[in-house]
């Protein structure tokens, strides 16, 4: 039986043409699919190359981390080793009198202090200022005429302040109220 129908297409007529177009629509399909998967592909490859770089970047930040932390004091140490060497040399001193010692102390202090000062400390030494209790601890208090109340008379102990923030707080005797 033969299609005289012009708008149906005839089957027999048609000869594959249908089949055709549904092995091309396949094939670009196919080969969409195909490009997609390779640029999955890439696009997993860079992620885990990324992870990667990401995870090198934290052990390194980590090793760099580790060793700022175990050689912090390096610098300071190293300033403090002639100041050291210093103190060695006048105790090995045996024949040296009480003036000489003092003299080699005076000058290994110095030092010393170059040294804190250069690193952020500040020595903490009130005598005379007012009670300042962010800085100062009294531990006694006395009775004077010579200075008006809270002012520091006497310092026991010097403190220290290091870049702005206290370290150890002055251990002062203050003039009381009258």
């Known amino acids: 039986m033969h299609n005289n129908d012009p708008h149906v297409p005839d089957p027999a007529q048609d000869g594959g043409v249908a089949d055709n177009g549904v092995n091309a629509d396949l094939d670009a399909?196919?080969?969409?699919?195909?490009?997609?998967?390779?640029?999955?592909?890439?696009?997993?490859?860079?992620?885990?190359?990324?992870?990667?770089?990401?995870?090198n970047q934290r052990r390194?930040?980590?090793?760099?981390?580790?060793?700022?932390r175990r050689f912090a004091n390096?610098?300071?140490?190293?300033?403090?080793?002639?100041?050291?060497?210093?103190?060695?040399?006048g105790l090995a001193n045996e024949s040296a009198d009480a003036k000489t010692l003092r003299e080699g102390l005076d000058l290994t202090?110095?030092?010393l202090e170059k040294v804190i000062q250069g690193n952020g400390l500040s020595v903490?030494?009130?005598?005379?200022?007012?009670?300042?209790?962010?800085?100062?601890q009294a531990i006694s208090?006395?009775?004077?005429?010579?200075?008006?109340?809270?002012?520091?008379?006497?310092v026991v102990q010097k403190g220290f302040v290091l870049n702005d923030r206290l370290?150890?707080?002055a251990l002062?005797?203050?003039?009381?109220?009258h």
């Open 167 to 169: 370290l150890r707080p």
């Open 141 to 154: 208090s006395v009775t004077s005429n010579e200075h008006v109340p809270g002012t520091v008379v006497a």
């Open 172 to 177: 002062v005797a203050v003039v009381g109220d």
């Open 29 to 55: 399909l196919t080969a969409k699919l195909t490009a997609l998967e390779s640029e999955l592909a890439g696009a997993r490859e860079t992620v885990l190359r990324e992870r990667a770089e990401i995870e």
């Open 74 to 89: 390096e610098k300071l140490l190293g300033e403090l080793l002639p100041v050291y060497d210093g103190i060695v040399l």
């Open 109 to 111: 202090l110095k030092q």
């Open 60 to 68: 390194r930040l980590q090793r760099d981390l580790d060793n700022a």
């Open 124 to 136: 903490i030494d009130p005598l005379h200022q007012p009670f300042n209790p962010e800085h100062h």
